[in-house]
C-alpha cells in the first residue's frame, strides 16, 4: 500500500511526516510568544484566521537552535480537536512511499526514539518517520 509522507527539515535532519496526518502546510509572518510555556512552544500564530499553537520541532528535539526565529514553514496538525504548527526550517517535498517504516536499529537521541515512528527508505537514505503527536507531548 502506497503512503504519502511530507519531508521536512529542522537543522541537519531530514524527517518524513504521514501526509493523513496533516491539515495544512504554511508560512507564518510573526509568532507571538506565550509567557511560561515550555520552551519548546514557540507561541500563537494565526493561520487562516484560526489561532494556533506553533511547537519548534528543533527545540522539541534538543537542537540548540530555534527554527521560530526567522519565518519558519509550519506543518499544520490536528490532535485531540487542536491545531497546531511543526516549525521547520524547511519543507522539501511530499513523497510517495511503499515499504513500512522499520524499526530504528542506529543510534539516535533519546529525542529522536521518542517521536520515532520508524525509518524509511528513500532514495537509498534512511529518513526518520515521526509522530507529530509525540512531538508535540514532548
Known sequence: MTQSYILAETG?????????????VASVGEITPVPLADSHVAG???IR????????????????TSA???????????????????AVDDIHDVIEIENE???????????WRQIALGVL????KAVIAVDPAAIVQS
Open 121 to 124: 527508505d528513500i532514495d537509498g
Open 12 to 24: 541537519s535532519v531530514t524527517f518524513a511526516l504521514s501526509a493523513d496526518k496533516v491539515a495544512a
Open 44 to 46: 500563537i500564530a494565526a
Open 49 to 64: 484566521s484560526q489561532v494556533i499553537t506553533v511547537i519548534d520541532v528543533g527545540l522539541a528535539l534538543g537542537e540548540a
Open 101 to 111: 517504516p522499520r524499526s530504528l536499529g542506529a543510534p539516535f537521541s533519546e529525542q
Open 68 to 86: 521560530a526565529q526567522a519565518e519558519p514553514s509550519l506543518i499544520v496538525v490536528e490532535i485531540d480537536g487542536h491545531s497546531y504548527g511543526l
